[in-house]
């Protein structure tokens, strides 16, 4: 029996050794290579790269949602694109904060600047008038006010680049109803000598809607109404207005319309004020108003000389060189609103004034110049923060201004393009694609 218990001890050692051996040396139970499956060959195995960890898992140094170039290549993309337009180009690039230029091409150059001529009328007249100047429209009377009134009634026109309608209708409230006159025996005399020169402007192109400019003027807000139209065309519409709004008011006028000088004797009744010029000056650049910026121009003249254009050019040559330092020698400015084809300023010179004017007046700018986000000749244009003058003539066209890029950087750019034969739209296009690589990019 005892020998039998050993046996079976024996055994179980010997099979536990057995069991052993083949776990340490023998075939594995399980196997980390995969098994060929329907016959397939495992050579693959050997044609697998093994990508290590580091390679795979990288720490980013920067996450941004948008390719960026390198500025220089940025740059050497615009010069690319400028210097391949077909046609003449004037370019300058600064940066706002430090007025430093970082692109140009033909920047001295003088061009057709088109509507931009408009920053150079809202510099002078600013830095001449102040932003709170405010036009005035004059009237005045002959005789003691009475129901019946037997005097004259004189109304002098001083430039009021913004007179509507409707205001000038309340002008002859303000002084017949409101004076109590309800009849009217002596005549209406309109003043016009502020201005001594009127109508067309230097260099316009005649089938070109145009404003006519007087001393006394309605603000219209379509060019065509005054296409093709003479000075004594528009006085004639006054005088239309002024009979008819007497009539809606219920005062009777008996007397005649005249032309003459206000006479020392007169006794003013009513002085209505424009709104401000900085007001003005916004409507004026963010609409690229022709009558309003050439009123204004003329304006100038009015209030410093004689009143013909030529005091205006004067003036405007003394005040760009005390302030910007341009020499009467180095640019062409023939009106205010840039309809002239005599007009030549250079990308610099527009810089220039832009740098100067934001310098001065800051945030107040950006408010005045055109932006895409409201009703203005950049509307839906751009999907950015942009503040600009754009320009178009029949072959010229151009944009000035303010941009913030898409890094948050503020940059200065003016981009001016004369004598293409191409389509404007596409000349607009090229300008786009420049203005958007300024903002991708820089």
């Known amino acids: 029996m005892r020998n039998k218990d050993n046996i079976t001890k024996i055994i179980l050692l010997l099979s536990l050794f057995i069991i052993l051996f083949f776990i340490s040396f023998g075939a594995p139970i399980l196997s980390s290579s995969p098994l060929p499956i329907d016959g397939e060959s495992l050579d693959y195995l050997d044609k697998i790269e093994v990508i290590e960890p580091p390679k795979v898992y990288q720490t980013p140094t920067e996450i941004t949602s948008f390719y960026q170039q390198p500025m220089e290549i940025t740059l050497d993309t615009i010069m690319k694109q400028i210097s391949s ?12 904060s430090t007025n430093q230029v970082i692109l140009s091409y033909n920047e001295n150059k003088l061009f057709t600047p088109a509507s931009l001529s408009k920053i150079i009328t809202a510099l002078v007249t600013l830095e001449s008038l102040g932003p709170n100047y405010r036009f005035e429209t004059q009237v005045f009377r002959s005789l003691p006010i009475t129901p019946v009134y037997n005097g004259n009634i004189y109304i002098k026109g001083l430039g009021n680049p913004i007179l509507t309608s409707s205001e000038y209708k309340n002008i002859l409230k303000k002084v017949t109803v409101d004076q109590g006159i309800n009849k009217i025996y002596g005549n209406i005399v309109f003043d016009y000598s502020f201005l001594t020169e009127e109508g067309f402007g230097r260099g316009w192109m005649w089938d070109d809607p145009q404003p006519q400019i007087a001393a006394l003027n309605i603000w219209q ?17 006054i005088t239309f207005l002024t009979t008819i709004y007497l009539q809606e008011l219920g005062v009777s006028f008996l007397g005649s319309i005249e032309y003459d000088i206000v006479p020392y004797t007169a006794v003013p009744i009513y002085i209505h004020f424009s709104l401000p010029l900085k007001e003005i000056v916004k409507i004026m650049l963010e609409t690229s108003d022709n009558q309003v910026s050439e009123q204004i121009f003329r304006n100038i003249g009015g209030i410093y000389g004689e009143g013909t254009i030529y005091d205006s050019e004067k003036y405007f040559k003394q005040v760009i060189e005390e302030v910007l330092g341009y020499k009467p020698s180095q640019y062409v400015l023939k009106d205010g609103c840039g309809l002239s084809k005599y007009n030549l300023l250079s990308p610099k010179m527009i810089n220039d004034a832009i740098s100067y004017l934001y310098t001065k007046y800051g945030y107040n700018l950006l408010d005045w110049l055109a932006s895409s986000k409201e009703e203005s000749t950049i509307k839906n244009r751009f999907d950015f923060e942009i503040y600009a003058k754009t320009g178009t ?10 941009l913030r890029s898409r890094n948050g950087n503020l940059y200065l750019v003016t981009l001016i393009e004369n004598n293409f034969s191409t389509s404007r739209q596409s000349v607009k296009e090229f300008e786009n694609g420049i203005i958007n690589l300024i903002y991708n990019n820089l």
Do not use: M
């Open 85 to 96: 337009f077909e046609g003449f180009v004037g370019f300058e690039l600064r940066n706002l």
């Open 221 to 237: 807000s379509s060019y065509e109404s005054f296409k093709y139209k003479t000075n004594g065309e528009i006085k004639d519409y």
């Open 393 to 402: 003539l029949y072959y010229d066209s151009a944009i000035a201004g303010i």
